[in-house]
């Protein structure tokens, strides 16, 4: 298309990309009790300076990023980028009408070669499942992981069992899930390695709230379940990531762990991600009155 550029999003630009956003995803933002116009003064500070703030964070191990596709030079599409090891490319809109698709394909060629020059091997994204945008992804060069289902689990209503003392549950050392995360790597084990990515891989996205743990039920130094947790201080919502169960009865030792933690934030609302073939976890949060929000297709695009 003549005219159409894609680059890292510009300070003046900041203003309409949240406001096509915010039109875009109204409703899912409320569900998640989220306010992106809470994120404008953070994202101008970041992009003062001529970026240099954002770049700061960048080297830190912080790799947000927002892409903008530009028609003329004004922008008509955009794209967020969070993750430390694999980018997620979240949030895609662009303007409606007959040049639609044609604009996805721009945006999305533009994106992944940008990340391929930032030396990145994969991304990822999730797509409401049988969404017609993902038979485009696939003929971008996406390809299929799986099929998740994301529950909603409120954490007044649920009682918090014993954990188990045959086996220890916690966190893990950023060394040690660095060292996970490079045998999942070397393996090609996509799936294993998402249950450690962090969004932030930084303590300084402290600094913004944020907060990022990788729990793990071990036994005799086996690995039996690993999961990522993550929440904002200033928000009731929490999160627990998609897992790597290689034990029955781990997820539910993952998420005691899980519950135990964010009651003592007092965090109100849990939204959980599974594996659809994770049966027996599916069961469990059935049991415990978990409500079955949303069904996705896992994306990888390799780069």
């Given at each position: 298309?003549?005219?159409?550029?894609?680059?890292?999003?510009?300070?003046?630009?900041?203003?309409?990309?949240?406001?096509?956003?915010?039109?875009?995803?109204?409703?899912?933002?409320?569900?998640?009790?989220?306010?992106?116009?809470?994120?404008?003064?953070?994202?101008?500070?970041?992009?003062?300076?001529?970026?240099?703030?954002?770049?700061?964070?960048?080297?830190?191990?912080?790799?947000?990023?927002?892409?903008?596709?530009?028609?003329?030079?004004?922008?008509?599409?955009?794209?967020?980028?969070?993750?430390?090891?694999?980018?997620?490319?979240?949030?895609?809109?662009?303007?409606?009408?007959?040049?639609?698709?044609?604009?996805?394909?721009?945006?999305?060629?533009?994106?992944?070669?940008?990340?391929?020059?930032?030396?990145?091997?994969?991304?990822?994204?999730?797509?409401?499942?049988?969404?017609?945008?993902?038979?485009?992804?696939?003929?971008?060069?996406?390809?299929?992981?799986?099929?998740?289902?994301?529950?909603?689990?409120?954490?007044?209503?649920?009682?918090?069992?014993?954990?188990?003392?045959?086996?220890?549950?916690?966190?893990?050392?950023?060394?040690?899930?660095?060292?996970?995360?490079?045998?999942?790597?070397?393996?090609?084990?996509?799936?294993?390695?998402?249950?450690?990515?962090?969004?932030?891989?930084?303590?300084?996205?402290?600094?913004?709230?944020?907060?990022?743990?990788?729990?793990?039920?071990?036994k005799g130094g086996a690995v039996l379940?690993l999961a990522r947790v993550s929440w904002?201080?200033?928000?009731?919502?929490?999160?627990?990531?998609?897992?790597?169960?290689?034990?029955?009865?781990?997820?539910?030792?993952?998420?005691?762990?899980?519950?135990?933690?964010?009651?003592?934030?007092?965090?109100?609302?849990?939204?959980?991600?599974?594996?659809?073939?994770?049966?027996?976890?599916?069961?469990?949060?059935?049991?415990?009155?978990?409500?079955?929000?949303?069904?996705?297709?896992?994306?990888?695009?390799?780069?």
């Amino acid at each position: 298309m003549p005219g159409a550029t894609v680059g890292r999003i510009r300070k003046r630009e900041l203003a309409e990309v949240i406001s096509m956003w915010k039109e875009s995803f109204r409703g899912e933002l409320g569900i998640r009790g989220m306010d992106l116009g809470d994120l404008e003064p953070i994202f101008r500070f970041l992009l003062s300076l001529r970026r240099m703030p954002l770049a700061l964070l960048h080297r830190l191990g912080v790799p947000v990023e927002v892409w903008v596709l530009r028609v003329g030079g004004r922008p008509v599409g955009s794209v967020g980028q969070i993750g430390y090891r694999i980018p997620y490319i979240i949030g895609l809109v662009v303007a409606e009408g007959k040049r639609s698709l044609r604009l996805v394909r721009i945006l999305d060629q533009g994106v992944t070669e940008g990340l391929r020059n930032a030396g990145y091997a994969l991304m990822r994204a999730l797509v409401p499942q049988n969404h017609p945008i993902a038979k485009l992804a696939r003929k971008l060069g996406w390809e299929i992981l799986g099929e998740t289902r994301q529950f909603v689990l409120s954490l007044t209503k649920v009682d918090v069992a014993a954990e188990s003392p045959e086996l220890k549950v916690g966190p893990l050392s950023f060394r040690r899930e660095n060292i996970l995360a490079r045998t999942f790597s070397a393996e090609g084990n996509v799936k294993a390695l998402l249950s450690v990515e962090r969004n932030y891989g930084s303590t300084w996205a402290r600094l913004f709230g944020f907060r990022e743990r990788v729990l793990a039920v071990e036994k005799g130094g086996a690995v039996l379940g690993l999961a990522r947790v993550s929440w904002n201080v200033y928000q009731p919502i929490c999160f627990m990531g998609v897992p790597l169960l290689q034990n029955e009865t781990s997820y539910e030792l993952l998420l005691i762990r899980a519950l135990t933690l964010f009651r003592h934030f007092g965090k109100e609302v849990l939204h959980l991600d599974l594996w659809e073939d994770q049966h027996r976890a599916i069961e469990l949060l059935e049991d415990l009155g978990a409500a079955d929000c949303d069904h996705w297709t896992y994306m990888i695009k390799r780069l």
